[in-house]
C-alpha cells in the first residue's frame, strides 16, 4: 500500500514528541546545604522539621514521602528497572537541610512541637537539640487576614512594601548564618480571610504599587511569597489563600527562574475524594450526592471557626469533585449532585481530625446505593511528607532550569494551579502519573503510556 505524505507526516509528529520528552535535561548538582523557610511555625513545619531529624538519626522511616520510599519503573515491564525516586533523580540529601521560618508567636521549635502534642514525648525529646535551636523570625502578621490568633511576635513597618522588604533582608540573613547554597520557602501558616483576584494582582507594577500603599488586597502571605520570588527561591502555597495563584507574582517567578506551584496541602478528607471520585467515573457510576463534615480542633480549626477563614477552606474542598467528575460532559450521572462541606472547630480533637462522607451513588437502571467513610486521621502526620516532597522537588525543578507553575506537582495541593487556559486535574492517579512521567522527562527516560501493545504485536 502506498504510503501519503500526511500518513508519514501524522507518524513522524508523535516520533519527534517522544524524542523531545527524552532528551535528558541538565540539572545542577545538589551540592551544600538546602536551607528550607517556612512562614508559619505550628503544628504542621515543626512536625516536619522533627521527623527529618528522626529519619537523618535512623530512628524512623519516611513514610508517606514519595520522594523517599516511591520506586518510578523505567523502560518495559520485561526489563524490570524500578529504582526508587531518590536514586533516579539527584535529590538533595536529607543530611544536607536546614530550617527555619517566622511565626507571629515566639515559641521555639520544641516548645510549638510540644504545644502541638502531635509527637509522644520520646519522639520530641529525641530532637528537642534541633528543635530548641529553630527560633522563629518575627513574622509579617496582620490579624485582620487571621482573626482567631493574636501575634505578639511581628513586624512593625509603614507599608506592606517595607515589610516584604524585612522578609527579604531575614532570608539573606538566614542563608549567611547558616551557609545555606540554596532556599526553598514553603507557607506553612494558617489560613487567611477568602480574598478575589483584584486588578492590583494584574501585573508586578501595580502590585508593588499596592504594597506600598498597604492596599487590603495583599495578604500577608503574598508579602512573603513576593520576598521569596524576588530573592530568588522557589515558593510552595500550602494553604488556600490566593498567595502566588495571581498574574503579578506568577510573571515575576518566569522573570526570576523560581518555580512556583500551590495550593493547599492535600492531606485527610480531600485526599480520599481524589481516589473515590475517580473509580465512581472510571466505572460510569452515578453521584446524587456527596455530604462532607470535618472536626478539627488544632490552630488550623481555630482559625477556621472564623467565617472568613472557613470560606477559604471550604472553596478549597468544593472544587476537587467539579473537575473530577465533569458533570458537564456525563450530566446523566453528575449534573444534579449535591456538593456539600462542613468544617467544624472542636477543641478535644486536637491535631486529630476526623472526616465524615456520606456519598449517595446509584447504578445499573439508576437504583441507589450508599457509601460512608469515617476517616480519623492525624493533620500534621499527612502534612509533613508533603512538606518534605515539595522541598526537595522544587530544589529539582529550579536545578533544572524550570519556572513558574509547576503542575507536576498537583499530586500534593486541593486546589492545583494550572495556566490559566487549563482546568486543573484533581485526579490523585492522573496527578501521580504526571509526576512520574515529568521526572522520566528530565532524566531523558521514554515516558509510560501503559499501552502495552509492544507485548503483543
Not at 183 to 200: I, K, N, R, Y
Not at 377 to 394: E, G, N, Q, T, Y
Request: charged share 25%; hydrophobic share 40%.
Amino acid at each position: 500500500m502506498r504510503t501519503t505524505h500526511d500518513d508519514a507526516a501524522h507518524r513522524a509528529a508523535p516520533t519527534k514528541a517522544a524524542d523531545r520528552a527524552r532528551r535528558p535535561v541538565k540539572i545542577a548538582p545538589p551540592e551544600g546545604t538546602l536551607g528550607v523557610l517556612t512562614p508559619g511555625m505550628g503544628a504542621v513545619s515543626t512536625t516536619f522539621m522533627a521527623g527529618v531529624e528522626l529519619v537523618r538519626k535512623g530512628r524512623a522511616l519516611p513514610i508517606g514521602s514519595v520522594s523517599q520510599l516511591a520506586t518510578i519503573r523505567l523502560g518495559k515491564r520485561t526489563d524490570r528497572r524500578s529504582p526508587t525516586i531518590r536514586e533516579f533523580v539527584p535529590l538533595a540529601k536529607l543530611d544536607d537541610l536546614v530550617f527555619g521560618g517566622w511565626d507571629a508567636i515566639p515559641d521555639n521549635a520544641y516548645e510549638t512541637a510540644r504545644k502541638a502534642a502531635v509527637l509522644e514525648p520520646h519522639h520530641l525529646e529525641d530532637v528537642k537539640g534541633l528543635l530548641s535551636g529553630v527560633r522563629p523570625m518575627k513574622a509579617a502578621f496582620d490579624q485582620a487576614y487571621v482573626k482567631r490568633l493574636d501575634g505578639t511576635h511581628v513586624k512593625n513597618a509603614r507599608t506592606k512594601f517595607d515589610l516584604a522588604g524585612e522578609i527579604k533582608d531575614d532570608i539573606q540573613r538566614f542563608k549567611k548564618e547558616t551557609g545555606a547554597q540554596r532556599l526553598v520557602m514553603v507557607w506553612c501558616g494558617s489560613t487567611e480571610a477568602f480574598l478575589t483576584p483584584h486588578q492590583v494582582h494584574d501585573n508586578p507594577r501595580a502590585f508593588e504599587d499596592a504594597m506600598k500603599a498597604n492596599h487590603p488586597a495583599i495578604a500577608p502571605s503574598m508579602l512573603y511569597a513576593w520576598a521569596a520570588i524576588t530573592s530568588g527561591v522557589p515558593f510552595a502555597n500550602g494553604a488556600p489563600n490566593l498567595t502566588v495563584d495571581i498574574p503579578a507574582l506568577q510573571e515575576l517567578a518566569r522573570e526570576h527562574h523560581v518555580p512556583i506551584c500551590g495550593k493547599d496541602f492535600k492531606t485527610g478528607q480531600t485526599l480520599l475524594k481524589t481516589v473515590l471520585a475517580p473509580g465512581f467515573k472510571a466505572r460510569m457510576l452515578g453521584v446524587n450526592g456527596w455530604f462532607s463534615t470535618n472536626i478539627l480542633g488544632n490552630r488550623d480549626g481555630e482559625v477556621l471557626d472564623d467565617p472568613e477563614s472557613g470560606k477559604t477552606k471550604e472553596l478549597s474542598k468544593l472544587g476537587a469533585l467539579e473537575y473530577i467528575l465533569q458533570p458537564h460532559l456525563y450530566p446523566q450521572l453528575y449534573g444534579k449532585m449535591c456538593h456539600k462541606v462542613d468544617i467544624r472547630y472542636y477543641p478535644p480533637r486536637g491535631d486529630n481530625k476526623e472526616g465524615w462522607d456520606n456519598i449517595d451513588i446509584f447504578g445499573w437502571l439508576g437504583y441507589p446505593m450508599q457509601v460512608k467513610v469515617n476517616f480519623l486521621c492525624r493533620d500534621s502526620i499527612l502534612a509533613a511528607p508533603v512538606v518534605l516532597d515539595l522541598v526537595l522537588f522544587l530544589d529539582l525543578a529550579q536545578r533544572a532550569g524550570r519556572r513558574g507553575i509547576q503542575e507536576w506537582l498537583s499530586f500534593y495541593f486541593k486546589s492545583p494551579m494550572c495556566a490559566p487556559d487549563l482546568y486543573p486535574e484533581h485526579d490523585l492517579f492522573i496527578q501521580m502519573m504526571k509526576l512520574k512521567n515529568t521526572l522520566r522527562s528530565m532524566m531523558g527516560e521514554e515516558l509510560i503510556t501503559h499501552l502495552g501493545a509492544e507485548y503483543y504485536d
